[in-house]
């Protein structure tokens, strides 16, 4: 097996070499509609920085030096865009932020070429303060939602309708922080777009504070028809199905019309008629919070460029690694992934896999 991954490497870097990027360029994806601020705290040991806080707690206050912090621009949407953008696609972010957000927005997309033209000022920025623990980089993130709580389909414009009109995917992030609109945005842009032969992708993002409403998104959306492709992670899968596992993964499927994409630490799977299978890059992580979001796009990108399940899994896994790996928090340009999969080792499969 580890032969025919090898294998599905070489091909891909010879079908990255041959892309045409005026050609990509004229691929289209509208993402939606999360945008925060984040501020990353980078925390080596919890007990030690728990005894920290509680020391200047009982002291009336103070500082704690030595935190190697971050800010840069979060949110599933923005995130998925920047890094669609970055691989040479046309990316178009809808949501709802503040003056003093959008000309964030604008900072943070300037660079990669996003466009921010259909992101509404007169809302209230969202920002995250994301503490990112020990060698695993676990995040734990501490959210002020703003705008990104009460988007809904109502909140589209006509130019954003039209925007979606014209281009080869939509996709729905962060259902769980958009608490008044998630569902109804979901499934009305979902039922919208296939009236005009688009593809659409869901990721709920962390659904655990609203599990209650998990019926309703799952009969409104999951299992929807609209509904092409649903991307889950471990924790998403986990609460519509349980202890998590292979096989309850499969029967989840089972339940539901769109394609299921889901992706851990160590694979990636893609199950719809067939179960495919690919191994993570071995590489050294250097931050975990937005690795969804990059695979996402990794994915998005091979489904526009009809790659099957292997090519695509292997691209989605490449543009995540190079993601985690990065010093510097910046995502992958074509060129970057053909140099990144030339040397980077995959990891072993999983056993139950």
Same mark, same amino acid.
């Given at each position: 097996?580890?032969?025919?991954?090898?294998?599905?490497?070489?091909?891909?870097?010879?079908?990255?070499?041959?892309?045409?990027?005026?050609?990509?360029?004229?691929?289209?994806?509208?993402?939606?509609?999360?945008?925060?601020?984040?501020?990353?705290?980078?925390?080596?040991?919890?007990?030690?920085?728990?005894?920290?806080?509680?020391?200047? =707690?009982?002291?009336?206050? !103070?500082?704690?030096?030595?935190?190697?912090?971050?800010?840069?621009?979060?949110?599933?949407?923005?995130?998925?865009?920047?890094?669609?953008?970055?691989? @040479?696609?046309?990316?178009?972010?809808?949501?709802?932020?503040?003056?003093? !957000?959008?000309?964030?927005?604008?900072?943070?997309?300037?660079?990669? !070429?996003?466009?921010?033209?259909?992101?509404?000022?007169?809302?209230?920025?969202?920002?995250?303060?994301?503490?990112?623990?020990?060698?695993?980089?676990?995040?734990?993130?501490?959210?002020?939602?703003?705008?990104? $709580?009460?988007?809904? +389909?109502?909140?589209?414009?006509?130019?954003?309708?039209?925007?979606?009109?014209?281009?080869?995917?939509?996709?729905?992030?962060?259902?769980?922080?958009?608490?008044?609109?998630?569902?109804?945005?979901?499934?009305?842009?979902?039922? =919208?777009?296939?009236? =005009?032969?688009?593809?659409? $992708? +869901?990721?709920?993002?962390?659904?655990?504070?609203?599990?209650?409403?998990?019926?309703?998104? +799952?009969?409104?959306?999951?299992?929807?028809?609209?509904?092409?492709?649903?991307?889950?992670?471990?924790?998403?899968?986990?609460?519509?199905?349980?202890?998590?596992?292979?096989?309850?993964?499969?029967?989840?499927?089972?339940?539901?019309?769109?394609?299921?994409? =889901?992706?851990?630490?160590?694979?990636?799977?893609?199950? %719809?008629?067939?179960?495919?299978?690919?191994?993570?890059?071995?590489?050294?992580?250097?931050?975990?919070? @937005?690795? !969804? %979001?990059?695979?996402?796009?990794?994915?998005?990108?091979?489904?526009?460029?009809?790659?099957?399940?292997?090519?695509?899994?292997?691209?989605?896994?490449?543009?995540?690694? $190079? $993601?985690?790996?990065?010093?510097?928090?910046?995502?992958?340009?074509?060129?970057?992934?053909?140099? +990144?999969?030339?040397?980077?080792?995959?990891?072993?499969?999983?056993?139950?896999?």
């Amino acid at each position: 097996m580890k032969a025919v991954h090898e294998d599905v490497k070489r091909e891909l870097i010879e079908v990255l070499r041959g892309l045409d990027l005026r050609e990509t360029k004229k691929l289209h994806v509208v993402c939606t509609p999360s945008f925060y601020l984040d501020h990353f705290v980078q925390v080596d040991d919890l007990n030690a920085f728990c005894d920290q806080l509680l020391t200047k =707690y009982k002291a009336g206050g !103070g500082n704690i030096p030595g935190f190697v912090q971050n800010v840069l621009s979060g949110g599933g949407a923005v995130n998925t865009a920047v890094a669609l953008s970055c691989l @040479g696609l046309s990316s178009h972010f809808i949501g709802r932020t503040s003056e003093f !957000g959008h000309d964030v927005l604008k900072f943070f997309a300037r660079n990669s !070429g996003m466009d921010v033209s259909h992101a509404k000022t007169d809302g209230k920025l969202g920002q995250t303060l994301a503490i990112e623990i020990g060698e695993r980089k676990i995040n734990v993130m501490l959210n002020d939602v703003g705008s990104n $709580y009460d988007f809904t +389909f109502d909140s589209l414009r006509d130019s954003d309708l039209e925007l979606i009109e014209s281009s080869q995917l939509v996709s729905v992030h962060d259902w769980g922080t958009n608490v008044v609109g998630g569902t109804d945005l979901a499934a009305r842009t979902f039922e =919208y777009a296939k009236q =005009y032969n688009v593809k659409t $992708y +869901f990721d709920s993002a962390d659904p655990s504070p609203r599990t209650n409403e998990l019926p309703e998104l +799952f009969e409104r959306v999951i299992a929807n028809k609209n509904l092409d492709m649903l991307s889950m992670n471990q924790n998403e899968l986990g609460q519509h199905v349980g202890e998590v596992s292979i096989e309850r993964a499969i029967a989840f499927k089972r339940r539901v019309t769109p394609r299921i994409d =889901y992706h851990t630490p160590s694979f990636a799977a893609s199950m %719809d008629d067939n179960v495919t299978f690919f191994p993570a890059y071995d590489v050294e992580l250097h931050r975990s919070t @937005g690795a !969804g %979001d990059a695979w996402n796009a990794g994915n998005i990108f091979g489904e526009l460029l009809g790659l099957t399940p292997a090519f695509r899994l292997c691209l989605a896994n490449a543009v995540a690694g $190079y $993601y985690v790996s990065s010093k510097r928090a910046v995502h992958p340009t074509v060129d970057d992934l053909i140099a +990144f999969v030339k040397a980077q080792q995959l990891r072993a499969l999983p056993s139950e896999v």
